[in-house]
């Protein structure tokens, strides 16, 4: 029997990294949000390793941050080790990567969002749409409650008629024998969703005090930890080290011979699985010229015993799990707590979606996080916020914010899904931005902090205290440019850096240009008297040596604008322009970029075909122009 249980302007279902991130941002933007998930117990759960950010994901967490989202803020105040990678290389991929305590990272969530003005919390399963003409308005939960509003975003991760494998045995389970979201998918299938069939898997968890960490290698985090967000400054947190050990011969042996039992292998997984985080089944059948694998041992918090073994994910039968543990070196004596698994979950084709996330099935339903084909927290909290804001905007008659592949590795990922989509669960890399240069961990409030200001997410002080530091910037740049050094002031810096002496003055910004030379040697011969953190002097390093790579990345980035701005509008009929391949007019219809740009990115359109389309478009606007 349903009823009529409230009205709202946007829906969120599913408490999870994206749910979270598109609740709070839709409640901030003033729009009363209902995040409705099926176990409060499991708000911001982390399913698999307990750990946020590393290449490309750390850059997005602090992409999230800079628009006005929780995750960096999150994870400041429950990581239990934080660690600056790759700071041997560029700074394009300087990452940032914090061990979090998994249990106070869910536990600070759910008490954030229980805290936000105009944001109602509750458990629930959602399992039917409801859509009239075309328009979502509303679910409708197991316990036939009926919630109506504006705009639905659906977040609900590995859950969609969710199915766990472990060796002979599968059960339909969501992670963690959390009830699976069975109806939700067929009702999806029902309004015309396209969905695919995706798997994840995670390693065994084991006893801390079953642990012989002396055959380990300690990993401890950085001393002088940098921090996700913005505006953490400093952290008390009490950091703790991981462990580093590497699978045996034993190991490769026992899964070898075991290999007949591995679900991977005798087709009882019918879903793909993700190709950049491989089981170690996976790994060893893919990689036997590998003698052995890095194995990560992860505490999972500071008030549990549970330790995560990364890089052993299987779904391997319990037994041959235990036998893979305790082949490898520290692990001897070890116990097993939890045992890793396969899950296997359905997810929407997100070539159905705008790139503002909303779908193009379903007006104002939205869908964001794993379900849109990603795997990863930071990749679904990264879609969650876009969702969140768009709601929000579509229920305040707003145009969307779309984040651009030169703007941010939250546009290059929901640039790629939309345009490109995916065959396998879609997981950030450096790589996949062309711009990364242009898209550091460092210059995130640089490039997306007005964005979030605009839009209502980032408050007047926060935005005041960015364009301090922006302006500060600047005037050290200016100071550096104007500042003389005279070759007897240089002299003990450029020797002990091994660097060619000078024979005149010079400015001090050209001593910086030099690979050799940093800012904290120069500090010592030519201070600056500008109130500068440390962030400021790195952001002012960077500029500087840089400067023509940034340069030339900025003219290429000049260049895809001018196709980004060559608009397509909504009503052309692919089928009707002349010259272009059928696959072209296929794939263009059923894809419908927004722009040229767009248009030039889809796999199957040729540059013929979008000569072709330039000439038809600038034709098409004629002609519409002389109609007026
Ligand atoms: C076993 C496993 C292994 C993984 N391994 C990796 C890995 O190795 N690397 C990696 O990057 N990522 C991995 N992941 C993925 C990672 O956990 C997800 O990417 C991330 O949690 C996705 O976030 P999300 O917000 O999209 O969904 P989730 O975090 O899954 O959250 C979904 C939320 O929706 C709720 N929900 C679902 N259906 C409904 C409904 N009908 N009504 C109401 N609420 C609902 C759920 O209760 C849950 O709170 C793994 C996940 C699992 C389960």
Same mark, same amino acid.
Request: aromatic share 6%.
């Given at each position: 029997?349903?009823?009529?249980?409230?009205?709202?302007?946007?829906?969120?279902?599913?408490?999870?990294?994206?749910?979270?991130?598109?609740?709070?941002?839709?409640?901030?933007?003033?729009?009363?949000?209902? $995040?409705?998930?099926?176990?409060?117990?499991?708000?911001?759960?982390?399913?698999?390793?307990?750990?946020?950010?590393?290449?490309?994901?750390?850059?997005?967490?602090?992409? +999230?941050?800079?628009?006005?989202?929780?995750?960096?803020?999150?994870?400041?105040?429950?990581?239990?080790?934080?660690?600056?990678?790759?700071?041997?290389?560029?700074?394009?991929?300087?990452?940032?990567?914090?061990?979090?305590?998994? !249990?106070?990272?869910?536990?600070?969530?759910?008490?954030?969002?229980?805290?936000? =003005?105009?944001?109602?919390?509750?458990?629930?399963?959602?399992?039917?749409? @409801?859509?009239?003409?075309?328009? @979502?308005?509303?679910?409708?939960?197991?316990?036939?409650? @009926?919630?109506?509003?504006?705009?639905?975003?659906?977040?609900?991760?590995?859950?969609?008629?969710?199915?766990?494998?472990?060796?002979?045995?599968?059960?339909?389970?969501?992670?963690?024998?959390?009830? /699976?979201?069975?109806?939700?998918?067929?009702?999806?299938?029902?309004?015309?969703?396209?969905?695919?069939?995706?798997?994840?898997?995670?390693?065994?968890?084991?006893?801390? =005090?079953?642990?012989?960490?002396?055959?380990?290698?300690?990993?401890?985090?950085?001393?002088?930890?940098?921090?996700?967000?913005?505006?953490?400054?400093?952290?008390?947190?009490?950091?703790?080290?991981?462990?580093?050990?590497?699978?045996?011969?034993?190991?490769?042996? +026992?899964?070898?011979?075991?290999?007949?039992?591995?679900?991977?292998?005798?087709? &009882?997984?019918?879903?793909?699985?993700?190709?950049?985080?491989?089981?170690?089944?996976?790994?060893?059948?893919? !990689?036997? =010229?590998?003698?052995?694998?890095?194995? !990560?041992?992860?505490?999972?918090?500071?008030?549990?015993?549970?330790?995560?073994?990364?890089?052993?994910?299987?779904?391997?039968?319990?037994?041959?799990?235990?036998?893979?543990?305790?082949?490898?070196?520290?692990?001897?004596? *070890?116990?097993?707590?939890?045992?890793?698994?396969?899950?296997?979950?359905?997810?929407?084709?997100?070539?159905?979606?705008?790139?503002?996330?909303?779908?193009? *099935?379903? #007006?104002?339903?939205?869908?964001?996080?794993? +379900?849109?084909?990603?795997?990863?927290?930071?990749?679904?909290?990264?879609?969650?916020?876009?969702?969140?804001?768009?709601?929000?905007?579509?229920?305040?008659?707003?145009?969307?914010?779309?984040?651009?592949?030169?703007?941010?590795?939250?546009?290059?990922?929901? =640039?790629?899904? *939309?345009?490109?989509?995916?065959?396998?669960?879609?997981?950030?890399?450096?790589?996949?931005?062309?711009?990364?240069?242009?898209?550091?961990?460092?210059?995130?409030?640089?490039?997306?902090?007005?964005?979030?200001?605009?839009?209502?997410?980032?408050?007047?002080?926060?935005?005041?205290? !960015?364009?301090?530091?922006?302006?500060? *910037?600047?005037?050290?740049?200016?100071?550096?440019?104007?500042?003389?050094?005279?070759?007897?002031?240089?002299?003990?810096?450029?020797?002990?850096?091994?660097?060619? /002496?000078?024979?005149?003055?010079?400015? &001090?910004?050209?001593?910086?240009?030099?690979?050799?030379?940093?800012?904290?040697?120069?500090?010592?011969?030519?201070?600056?008297?500008? /109130?500068?953190?440390?962030?400021?002097?790195?952001?002012?390093?960077?500029?500087?040596?840089?400067?023509?790579?940034?340069?030339?990345? $900025?003219?290429?980035?000049?260049? $895809?604008?001018?196709?980004?701005?060559?608009? +397509?509008? #909504?009503?052309?009929?692919?089928?009707?322009?002349?010259?272009?391949?059928?696959?072209?007019?296929?794939?263009?219809?059923?894809?419908? /970029?927004?722009?040229?740009?767009?248009?030039?990115?889809?796999?199957?359109?040729?540059? &013929?075909?979008?000569?072709?389309?330039?000439?038809?478009?600038?034709?098409?606007?004629?002609?519409?122009?002389?109609?007026?």
């Amino acid at each position: 029997m349903s009823y009529e249980a409230g009205q709202y302007e946007v829906i969120v279902v599913g408490a999870g990294h994206a749910g979270c991130e598109a609740a709070l941002a839709a409640a901030r933007m003033g729009c009363e949000t209902l $995040l409705l998930t099926i176990n409060l117990d499991m708000v911001a759960f982390m399913p698999c390793n307990p750990s946020i950010g590393g290449p490309a994901k750390g850059h997005v967490v602090r992409e +999230i941050d800079a628009l006005g989202g929780e995750m960096g803020r999150n994870i400041d105040k429950t990581f239990i080790q934080m660690r600056m990678l790759n700071t041997g290389k560029g700074p394009a991929v300087h990452a940032l990567r914090a061990q979090a305590d998994k !249990f106070s990272y869910q536990h600070t969530m759910k008490k954030t969002i229980e805290e936000t =003005d105009h944001l109602t919390l509750r458990q629930g399963m959602a399992e039917e749409l @409801i859509v009239e003409e075309g328009k @979502i308005t509303g679910i409708i939960t197991k316990t036939g409650a @009926i919630y109506r509003a504006k705009a639905v975003i659906i977040t609900t991760g590995t859950y969609l008629r969710g199915k766990i494998i472990m060796g002979e045995l599968m059960y339909e389970s969501g992670p963690n024998n959390q009830q /699976p979201s069975i109806r939700l998918s067929a009702s999806l299938k029902e309004h015309g969703f396209d969905l695919v069939r995706f798997k994840t898997g995670t390693p065994p968890r084991v006893h801390k =005090d079953t642990i012989d960490f002396s055959k380990t290698e300690i990993q401890p985090g950085d001393e002088k930890p940098k921090f996700f967000s913005h505006e953490t400054v400093s952290s008390d947190n009490e950091q703790l080290p991981c462990w580093l050990t590497y699978t045996s011969e034993k190991t490769h042996q +026992i899964i070898n011979d075991n290999l007949h039992r591995a679900p991977m292998f005798s087709g &009882a997984i019918e879903g793909t699985g993700p190709r950049y985080c491989p089981s170690i089944e996976d790994k060893i059948v893919r !990689f036997a =010229d590998k003698p052995k694998h890095q194995i !990560f041992l992860e505490p999972e918090g500071k008030h549990t015993s549970e330790y995560y073994v990364q890089g052993l994910s299987t779904s391997m039968p319990e037994d041959v799990q235990l036998g893979i543990l305790r082949s490898i070196p520290g692990l001897e004596n *070890v116990e097993m707590m939890r045992n890793g698994y396969a899950i296997e979950y359905d997810a929407v084709k997100p070539t159905q979606l705008w790139p503002s996330l909303e779908t193009k *099935v379903v #007006d104002g339903l939205f869908t964001a996080g794993q +379900i849109n084909g990603t795997s990863g927290y930071e990749e679904a909290a990264g879609q969650g916020i876009i969702a969140g804001i768009n709601a929000a905007r579509k229920v305040q008659g707003k145009e969307a914010v779309i984040i651009e592949r030169s703007q941010g590795y939250i546009g290059v990922m929901i =640039d790629d899904l *939309v345009t490109k989509g995916t065959n396998d669960p879609y997981r950030l890399l450096t790589s996949r931005a062309e711009y990364r240069l242009l898209l550091r961990h460092d210059n995130a409030d640089l490039r997306l902090t007005p964005i979030g200001y605009e839009i209502g997410l980032i408050s007047e002080e926060r935005y005041q205290s !960015f364009l301090k530091k922006k302006e500060l *910037v600047a005037e050290e740049l200016e100071r550096l440019r104007t500042t003389k050094i005279r070759p007897e002031a240089a002299e003990a810096i450029l020797a002990a850096a091994n660097s060619a /002496p000078i024979n005149f003055t010079v400015d &001090a910004l050209t001593l910086l240009r030099r690979p050799e030379i940093t800012y904290s040697m120069l500090e010592t011969i030519a201070p600056s008297d500008l /109130p500068l953190t440390e962030e400021m002097k790195e952001q002012a390093e960077i500029q500087i040596k840089y400067a023509g790579y940034i340069e030339k990345q $900025l003219l290429q980035v000049e260049r $895809l604008n001018k196709m980004e701005k060559k608009k +397509i509008p #909504d009503d052309i009929e692919y089928a009707e322009v002349h010259g272009l391949a059928s696959e072209a007019k296929q794939k263009l219809a059923s894809i419908r /970029p927004l722009s040229i740009g767009q248009a030039s990115r889809i796999a199957g359109v040729t540059p &013929a075909d979008i000569s072709i389309l330039i000439v038809y478009l600038e034709h098409y606007n004629r002609v519409t122009a002389s109609r007026g």
